[in-house]
C-alpha cells in the first residue's frame, strides 16, 4: 500500500505534495487520484471507458489524443456528443453492447451512485457487462468525505463486498490505500465540526480522508 513518505510525489524538504490538482480545497484527494490516474495511462490502450468524467478532465483529454486509444465517457450531466466520445448514461446504464471495452475508469463517482437511485452491485454489473473478459475496471473512492454512508464511515468490509461477494464477476482483485499513512502531510481533516462524528468511526489513529483504489478484472 503507498504511503505519502514512499510516494514519489512528496517533497519532503517542505513536507508537502509535489502535485497541484486543484484549487477548490480538494487537492488531497485529486493529488492522489491524479497519480492513480498517471499510473493507468500507460495501461489504457484500446477502447477506453471513464464513467462520470464530469468537468476533470485529464483522462479525456490525454486519451483522445493517443493513436492508440479509443475514448468514450458517460456522465449523467452530458448531452450525447460522440464526435468528442461524450455520451449520456450513468454507470448503471451505460449506452454501449457487451464486451465493448478494453478497459474502464471510475474516478471518484463510486460513492455517489447510491445518491442517484443505483446502487453499487447494479453500477458494477454494467460495468462488467460492457468490459471485455480478462480486462480491468480501475475505481477510486473517496474514504471520509462525502457519498452514501459505507464511504463516508469507510465501512471497509461493505466496500469490498461489493466486488468479492460474487466471485463470478470479479477475479484478481487488488486494493490500494492512499493516503491513509500520511505522515509527513498532515492529515486531510476537512471534515470537522459538522461531520466531526468521523473522528468516532475512523480506524485511523489520526482520523483523515483517504483515496481507495480497486482494480479488479472481469471473469
Not at 450513468?90 to 474516478?107: E, S, V
Not at 437511485?117 to 457487462?129: D, T, W, Y
Request: charged share 30%; with cysteine; glycine share 8%.
Amino acid at each position: 500500500m503507498p504511503t505519502c513518505l514512499q510516494c514519489e510525489y512528496i517533497n519532503k524538504e517542505s513536507s508537502a505534495c509535489s502535485l497541484k490538482c486543484d484549487k477548490g480545497g480538494r487537492s488531497f484527494s485529486r493529488n492522489c487520484v491524479y497519480a492513480i490516474w498517471r499510473l493507468e495511462a500507460p495501461l489504457c490502450k484500446g477502447k477506453i471507458l471513464e464513467i462520470g468524467g464530469g468537468h476533470w478532465n485529464p483522462p479525456r483529454k490525454n486519451l483522445r489524443k493517443r493513436p492508440d486509444t479509443e475514448y468514450f465517457g458517460v456522465d449523467p450531466r452530458w448531452d450525447d456528443n460522440p464526435k468528442l466520445g461524450g455520451y449520456k448514461g450513468t454507470a448503471a446504464h451505460i449506452p454501449f453492447d457487451g464486451n465493448f471495452f478494453d478497459r474502464i475508469l471510475a474516478f471518484e463517482t463510486m460513492e455517489h451512485w447510491g445518491e442517484g437511485g443505483e446502487s453499487p452491485q447494479e453500477g458494477l454489473k454494467e460495468i462488467h457487462r460492457v468490459l471485455k473478459p480478462d480486462c480491468t475496471a480501475c475505481i477510486t473512492v473517496p474514504i471520509h468525505l462525502h457519498g452514501t454512508k459505507e464511504f463516508v464511515d469507510g465501512d471497509m468490509k461493505k466496500i469490498k463486498g461489493y466486488f468479492e461477494n460474487d466471485m463470478n464477476l470479479w477475479k484478481n482483485v487488488r486494493y490500494e490505500e492512499w493516503r491513509k499513512e500520511f505522515d509527513p502531510l498532515p492529515p486531510a481533516q476537512n471534515w470537522r465540526g459538522k461531520l466531526a462524528h468521523f473522528e468516532k468511526v475512523s480506524t485511523q489513529k489520526v482520523p483523515s480522508t483517504w483515496t481507495f483504489r480497486i482494480n479488479a478484472e472481469k471473469v
